[in-house]
């Protein structure tokens, strides 16, 4: 009763057109869904959206969690945006996020561990990212790991 849940699901298309799934109570987590044309994650505009609701939410402690492939893709108007723009936009983001919360914790679920856990840590830094193979074993490690995390950053969330 003393946590507020907010959530978001992005992706977008090769135009740049962007889909966006608020989840707002364990009922909405139904609203979930994939749509194939769909299949590109604009992180820094994820990263900036989750900034405003977080803004929204009256106290003191946030922690925003990130859950991706690790690779942020990003079209503009039919133009792909590159990896090392895309990288340089998200790192952006992720500072201006960071002054709302500096609690931000990205969980990287990557078949291409090393590419995806590479881009993740060059955008997040080493300590903020949690790495998992797949989502079969996705819970019990990211529990063991989120611990660490949690312990970790205590000071900052307490």
């Known amino acids: 009763p003393n946590v507020t849940v907010r959530a978001n699901v992005w992706s977008g298309n090769i135009k740049g057109e962007i889909a966006i799934t608020e989840i707002n109570?364990?009922?909405d987590?139904?609203?979930i869904s994939s749509i194939?044309?769909?299949?590109?994650?604009?992180?820094?505009?994820?990263?900036?959206?989750?900034?405003?609701?977080l803004k929204e939410?009256?106290?003191?402690?946030?922690?925003?969690?990130?859950?991706?492939?690790?690779?942020?893709n990003y079209y503009k108007n039919n133009v792909h945006m590159g990896m090392e723009l895309t990288k340089k936009i998200c790192?952006?983001?992720?500072?201006?996020?960071?002054s709302i919360t500096p609690n931000i914790s990205c969980i990287c679920v990557s078949d291409s561990m090393?590419?995806?856990?590479?881009?993740?840590?060059?955008?997040?830094?080493?300590?903020?990212?949690?790495t998992v193979k797949n989502m079969n074993n996705a819970s019990s490690e990211v529990v063991k790991q989120f611990k660490n995390y949690i312990q970790y950053h205590t000071s900052n969330l307490f």
């Open 25 to 27: 109570n364990l009922h």
């Open 29 to 31: 987590v139904n609203k």
């Open 36 to 53: 194939d044309e769909y299949v590109t994650t604009p992180t820094h505009m994820a990263l900036e959206y989750s900034a405003k609701m």
């Open 57 to 72: 939410v009256k106290t003191e402690r946030k922690l925003l969690i990130l859950i991706t492939d690790g690779i942020p």
């Open 91 to 98: 790192k952006r983001s992720f500072y201006k996020t960071s």
């Open 114 to 130: 090393e590419l995806g856990t590479k881009i993740m840590n060059e955008i997040f830094g080493s300590k903020n990212v949690i």
